[in-house]
């Protein structure tokens, strides 16, 4: 089955700074590439997505970008505020057989003063 | 507010015991996934049902069960519960049911075994 690997597993910047997460994937039929931040206790919050027929996709400070042949995908945030301080997860699903998404292990990132 | 809503917002029981978590997807989703979140296996797909017929199907235990009902809610049955079962449950909703389709979380369930 998909195994999705994201790293760092913490990052810490200074409120200003941007913040690049990196995720791969294992299998090439996947298509789908959400992000999710989710805060301490809350639900997991789609922040982004992009398909594998798109290059990159920005919303405002985030932006993903997408490498289908290395299987990579990564999260970039500009211009961070203490409140995009937050667990990212990323996450891949493959076409067909459903919509089931395998997620990385989480980033937790930290905005400091 | 993702428009998914989850009940009860916390459950604590002891081992053995069974327990039932309901989900109630978002108006007009006909897809509904459950996923538990753990400290050591983060967030791990169980299972979909889309319109009521199972979708597809994660590393769920034989020792849980769910189903999705004609007014597309959905339960997760959990029965003979230990001490490794305690985390967050987490229902979410999409419209469609294949690839691509946005998933909309709920609020969770928060299990506790003694």
């Known amino acids: 089955g998909e195994n999705v690997e994201q790293h760092p597993s913490t990052l810490s910047v200074q409120e200003g700074d941007s913040a690049v997460i990196k995720c791969t994937y294992s299998?090439?039929?996947?298509?789908?590439f959400p992000w999710y931040k989710q805060e301490l206790g809350k639900r997991p919050q789609l922040i982004i997505d992009?398909?594998?027929?798109?290059g990159e996709k920005k919303d405002q400070r985030i932006a993903v970008t997408l490498n289908k042949t290395a299987k990579h995908f990564s999260l970039h945030i500009t211009e961070t505020q203490p409140e995009d301080s937050a667990v990212y997860f990323c996450?891949?699903?493959?076409?067909?057989?459903?919509?089931?998404?395998?997620f990385g292990t989480g980033t937790q990132l930290k905005v400091e003063l | 507010d993702s428009g998914v809503t989850q009940t009860p917002k916390h459950l604590i029981t002891a081992t053995g015991q069974r327990v039932t978590l309901r989900c109630s997807p978002r108006?007009?989703?006909?897809?509904v996934y459950w996923y538990q979140q753990s400290l050591d296996q983060g967030l791990q797909f169980l299972i979909q049902?889309?319109?009521?017929?199972?979708?597809a199907k994660g590393n769920i235990l034989e020792r849980f069960s769910a189903q999705q009902f004609p007014d597309l809610h959905s339960e997760l049955n959990l029965s003979s519960l230990e001490l490794g079962d305690s985390a967050l449950y987490f229902c979410?909703?999409?419209?469609?049911?294949?690839?691509?389709?946005?998933?909309?979380f709920g609020p969770g369930t928060r299990l506790t075994v003694l």
């Open positions: 299998d090439s039929a996947s298509n789908y």
């Open positions: 108006s007009g989703d006909l897809s």
């Open positions: 049902y889309y319109n009521g017929e199972e979708r």
């Open positions: 992009i398909r594998s027929n798109v």
């Open positions: 979410a909703s999409s419209v469609g049911s294949g690839g691509g389709n946005e998933q909309f």
């Open positions: 996450a891949a699903s493959i076409q067909g057989g459903g919509n089931k998404l395998t």
